[in-house]
């Protein structure tokens, strides 16, 4: 038997996660292609929740599509559109449809996206939602009814690597103390820092996934310092792409440089290409990872 | 404090587009304060109501829309009021919704209330309490995540703010810098230890 994510995460093995983005429509074939690209490559698919707050197919709908087609999912939860009742029951659902990991977290706010004028829930945040899972893992519901089959899931979160940032840190240690299976951060670009991060965080305990995004251009990178939170691309990584004859090339370099570094430091990578995964396969063989194990 | 602004006078207007014989209602507490209700805001919405063609009865400002306590304490201050065929009150929602209580006439508001705030040395400072009726302020330094944060969180900031600014407005400050900031200063960053878990019942 091929062995499952959470088999994985109690392995030695380095994990590769990639994220799949469900569609802005009911066509999921485009989904399902870009998933097969990686196939032999990813443990598991991670499917975001209407990422940047922009309005997609519902998580769970895409990620029963991606198990129909073979693969293992890790479904993103935000707790932005979603109060206490409907979180329990996507839940539920989720698991009864043969969901077994998922990755909470707070989501963008309504008017970062598409649909500024939706009405952001944020009834709790993911320390609390992390809470309740536990409970419901536990047999039971927020309000103490009992649950029948209870869910038991595999539970990730993510969280920010600036080891200077006390409150960030704060609120790591709060989620790792509700019980966490993983924890999956932002892209990593500064391994440095991101390695100061992980002594910070020795005692915790819980395995860390690295967020990666291969860089396309120098002004992609110069865009994401200024406007993703929690990404901090250093300047010499910014000059060799300034430099470059082909920055799609040398992205992808830095990208497999920057997995070759951490698959020293933490459990496992997070490929969150802008677009498809093309070229995921060629910069995993050049960061040395092996196909997925089984 | 309760945090209001002024509509569009041509918002106003719009509303007021069926009405004639209008009586103004002014509020002597926070909209005279945030200058959207007191006497000057009332007597330049009549002259400017009076230069649109309507026919404005007469006005008042009692000492809070909010606790006007019959028809009969709003006629003691003007008898106008009983010829009016609406009121258009300036003040909050709770001032119009009182006002509503106690009259039998269309009321309209002349503004958008937004949140509960205050006001120091001139600033007006929205969005300071929530009023989510289980008061944590305390741990929070005299700062209220609730209020103050977007996304209402309780256990620490979200990921989304970028050199201490808030996700939603990088013009403010993340609440959390502000929190951590007070809470150092009075030696009482322990309290941000707490985990803040769900409860129902």
């Known amino acids: ?294 | 404090m309760i945090i209001s602004s002024a509509k569009p006078f041509g918002e106003v207007l719009e509303l007021l587009k069926d009405e004639d014989d209008i009586f103004i209602i002014g509020c002597g507490a926070c909209a005279t304060k945030l200058h959207v209700g007191g006497e000057p805001e009332v007597l330049d919405m009549l002259r400017r109501l009076e230069e649109a063609g309507k026919h404005v009865t007469g006005w008042c400002v009692p000492s809070a829309a909010c606790s006007v306590a019959s028809f009969d304490s709003l006629v003691e201050k003007d008898p106008s009021i009983k010829d009016a065929g609406c009121i258009l009150v300036m003040a909050c929602g709770s001032g119009v919704s009182i006002v509503s209580k106690v009259t039998e006439v269309p009321v309209y508001p002349s503004n958008n209330t937004e949140s509960l705030g205050g006001l120091s040395q001139g600033e007006v400072f929205p969005e300071l309490c929530a009023m989510c009726g289980d008061c944590k302020i305390y741990y929070f330094g005299g700062i209220c995540p609730i209020g103050q944060c977007p996304k209402r969180l309780l256990n620490g900031p979200c990921g989304g703010s970028i050199d201490g600014k808030c996700e939603v407005d990088p013009e403010k400050d993340c609440v959390w810098e502000l929190i951590y900031t007070r809470l150092e200063k009075l030696g009482r960053l322990d309290l941000l230890e707490k985990v803040w878990v769900c409860e129902e019942g």
């Open chain 1, 1 to 294: 038997m091929p062995r499952n994510f959470k088999e994985k995460l109690g392995s030695d093995d380095f994990l590769i996660t990639a994220e799949i983005s469900p569609p802005k429509g009911t066509d999921l074939c485009k989904a399902l292609a870009d998933a097969e690209l990686i196939r032999n490559f990813a443990d598991a698919l991670n499917v975001t929740d209407n990422q940047r707050a922009v309005m997609r197919m519902s998580p769970v709908a895409a990620s029963r599509a991606l198990l129909d087609a073979g693969h293992e999912v890790i479904m993103q939860l935000t707790c932005r559109d979603r109060n206490r009742l409907a979180l329990q029951s996507e839940l539920l659902g989720a698991y009864a449809l043969g969901i077994r990991n998922i990755c909470v977290m707070t989501g963008d706010h309504t008017t970062k996206g598409d649909h500024p004028g939706a009405r952001p829930v944020y009834d709790m945040d993911p320390v609390q939602l992390l809470d309740i899972i536990r409970r419901m893992k536990e047999g039971h519901d927020l309000a103490g009814n009992l649950i029948e089959g209870p869910p038991a899931f595999t539970v990730g979160a993510v969280t920010n690597t600036d080891p200077s940032n006390t409150m960030q840190m704060l609120k790591l240690r709060k989620k790792a103390r509700m019980g966490l299976d993983f924890f999956q951060t932002q892209a990593i670009y500064d391994t440095g820092q991101f390695e100061a991060f992980m002594e910070e965080t020795l005692d915790i305990e819980v395995p860390v996934i690295a967020g990666v995004i291969p860089l396309g251009s120098a002004s992609m990178a110069h865009f994401m310092n200024r406007n993703i939170p929690g990404i901090n691309v250093p300047a010499e990584i910014i000059e060799r792409m300034e430099n470059a004859e082909d920055p799609t090339e040398e992205g992808m370099s830095i990208c497999a440089e920057t997995i070759a570094e951490l698959k020293k430091l933490c459990r496992g990578i997070h490929i969150m290409p802008i677009g498809k995964h093309k070229s995921t396969p060629e910069i995993l063989e050049m960061a040395g990872t092996r196909k997925k194990s089984r």
